[in-house]
């Protein structure tokens, strides 16, 4: 009888220079050189190790500074990236600032800014204050959050 190997388990967040190669059943991590060529750093168990191979490459050949790195902690522990939505309505994530956006759509369904905000629940609050201040609690969801 043949066993089925179940494929490896990934992270949620994906990592740069790192992707499932279905054929070895492994992670691949390559980069792109300063001329654009793929080059293959190796094949990998798991998605970490492939990450760690990644970042030390890019150290090697110079080019942390014009790829997308990987970050680690103090410990060398491959940080989490931060979440990109939000459990609030209303509420992103946006990366180029690295704040939370808060947005609602008017009665005419038209999409209007509310503002940028370093934290989230400070978001939802102000996407509230927007949703109250327009009456259009009746049409639009509140979040459930401490208006404080």
């Known amino acids: 009888q043949c066993e089925k190997k179940s494929r490896p388990r990934r992270r949620r967040d994906p990592l740069a220079g790192v992707s499932y190669y279905s054929q070895t059943r492994k992670f691949r991590a390559?980069?792109?050189?300063?001329?654009?060529?793929?080059?293959?750093?190796?094949?990998?168990?798991?998605?970490?190790?492939a990450a760690r191979a990644y970042n030390s490459a890019l150290k090697e050949h110079g080019l942390v500074s014009i790829r997308k790195v990987n970050k680690t902690d103090a410990a060398g522990r491959l940080v989490e990236k931060a979440a990109e939505s939000s459990k609030y309505y209303g509420v992103s994530w946006h990366r180029a600032s690295s704040q939370y956006r808060a947005f609602y759509s008017d009665a005419r369904g038209k999409r209007v800014y509310v503002g940028r905000f370093n934290d989230e629940d400070d978001a939802a609050r102000a996407y509230n204050s927007a949703v109250r201040r327009h009456n259009l609690q009746s049409i639009r969801r509140l979040n459930k959050v401490n208006d404080a």
Do not use: R
Request: a negative charge; proline letters at 0%; glycine letters at 10%.
């Open 30 to 49: 390559q980069y792109s050189n300063a001329d654009g060529k793929q080059k293959l750093v190796g094949y990998f168990d798991n998605q970490e190790d």
